[in-house]
């Protein structure tokens, strides 16, 4: 069975601080690994994706993540936040099967950004 | 830009009752699941769906739970006794067919049980 951990489960950083959220996986066999980001109010979003190729990831709004295969990981980063980027972070990974994957999701990641 | 959209927002049913969630997910995606976020707790998966049937489903989707395309548009989650740990958001997202597509979310459906 797949699982996901994020380690930090509150991150409070002030505005130009840099950020780096954790995540890392559990499955024995080849996976696809997402971000997605929940905004105050808003729905679940795909910040970015690693499906195969360069495993250094860029996202939107300035977010790069990079799979590390030997470490299990796929942490997220972003060199200087901004307090628009207060939200909710989930790691999530799905098996590289044919689509229609269900995912599997970390516990999030609360950032806040102070002005 | 499409979007997944999931109606009500907010629904408020007693133990024991039916309850069905709507959801109509983007118009050319064939892949269509369920999700819920307990508070507090992690987002966990529920059922997938393609063809016209389910594809996937954990052990949270039990006889209480059922899912149906009734038309080409909507996509419903129907609980047929509610107990209070249903309580809980519940997500709908869509997929397109191929592979390196991600799913969709929409914005979610609040279930409370009292």
């Known amino acids: 069975a797949q699982s996901v951990s994020q380690h930090n489960h509150h991150v409070i950083l002030s505005e130009a601080a840099s950020l780096e959220l954790g995540c890392n996986y559990s499955?024995?066999?080849?996976?696809?690994l997402f971000w997605y980001v929940q905004y105050p109010g808003q729905h679940l979003q795909l910040l970015l994706k690693?499906?195969?190729?360069?495993?250094l990831v860029k996202g939107i709004k300035g977010f790069e993540a990079e799979f590390i295969k030997s470490k299990f990981s796929f942490n997220l980063r972003k060199p200087s936040v901004q307090w628009s980027d207060t939200a909710e972070y989930f790691c999530?990974?799905?098996?590289?099967?044919?689509?229609?994957?269900?995912?599997?999701f970390g516990g999030g990641t609360r950032l806040m950004v102070k002005p | 830009e499409p979007e997944v959209t999931q109606t009500p927002s907010h629904q408020v049913t007693q133990m024991g009752q039916e309850v069905i969630l709507r959801c109509v997910p983007i118009s050319n995606h064939l892949y269509f699941y369920w999700y819920r976020q307990i508070l507090g707790q992690k987002v966990e998966f529920l059922v997938s769906?393609?063809?016209?049937?389910?594809?996937?489903k954990s052990e949270i989707f039990d006889d209480q739970f059922s899912v149906e395309r009734p038309d080409g548009s909507n996509f419903t989650l129907k609980i047929r006794s509610t107990k209070l740990e249903d309580s809980a958001m519940y997500f709908c997202a869509s997929q397109r067919e191929g592979v390196g597509y991600e799913q969709y979310f929409g914005p979610g459906t609040r279930l409370t049980v009292t």
């Open positions: 769906f393609y063809n016209n049937e389910i594809s996937e």
């Open positions: 999530a990974v799905n098996a590289r099967r044919n689509a229609g994957n269900m995912l599997t």
């Open positions: 690693y499906f195969s190729g360069d495993p």
């Open positions: 499955y024995g066999g080849t996976v696809n």
